[in-house]
Every structure is written in structure tokens, then in C-alpha cells.
């Protein structure tokens, strides 16, 4: 329960510190890269404490889109493919 209840704070405290507000400007260069695929599955995904409930299709959407956003911008040759599994929210 104990790493349960750390692995949370930990991503509370990495959620508190990103912001969207550099998707306005020109993407940090990653080399060649491109995303191709975008895979996200949220089966196992439980909810933290204080958490609104969400179902799997809005997490899976939700993580999918972000993904994109970030990522999509790039428009190198490499393909990359991307593949996540939610496991628990907050």
C-alpha cells in the first residue's frame, strides 16, 4: 500500500510540473523522428484517491491525444511507435 501510495505522489508531482504551454512553439529537435504509431490500452486502469471516475475508452482517448499533440508535430523519416498502458489515475 505503501508504494501505492508513493507512485501516486510521484505523479501528481510530474503532472504538477508539465505544462502544454510550449506546444505553441516550434518542437524541441528529436533527430529523425516521427511518430507512426500512437498505441494506448487502459484495461488495467485503476482509480486514485480523489479521482473522478473515467472509463477506458476516455482514458485510452484522453492519453491518446496528448500523445499526439506532443509527438504528432515531428516530421522526420524514422518512424517510431509508441505503446502505453494505463495503469492507474489520479
Known amino acids: 500500500m505503501v508504494r501505492v501510495v508513493f507512485g501516486v505522489l510521484m505523479m501528481a508531482l510530474l503532472a504538477a510540473c508539465s505544462s502544454g504551454a510550449d506546444l505553441d512553439e516550434a518542437p524541441v529537435p528529436l533527430g529523425d523522428f516521427r511518430l507512426e504509431h500512437n498505441i494506448v490500452v487502459a484495461s488495467k486502469a485503476q482509480r486514485g484517491p480523489l ?15 496528448a500523445m499526439a499533440e506532443r509527438f504528432g508535430r515531428y516530421e522526420g523519416t524514422s518512424r517510431y511507435h509508441f505503446g502505453v498502458s494505463v495503469e492507474g489515475y489520479v
Open 51 to 65: 479521482s473522478r471516475p473515467a472509463t477506458e475508452e476516455e482514458l485510452t482517448a484522453a492519453v491518446k491525444a
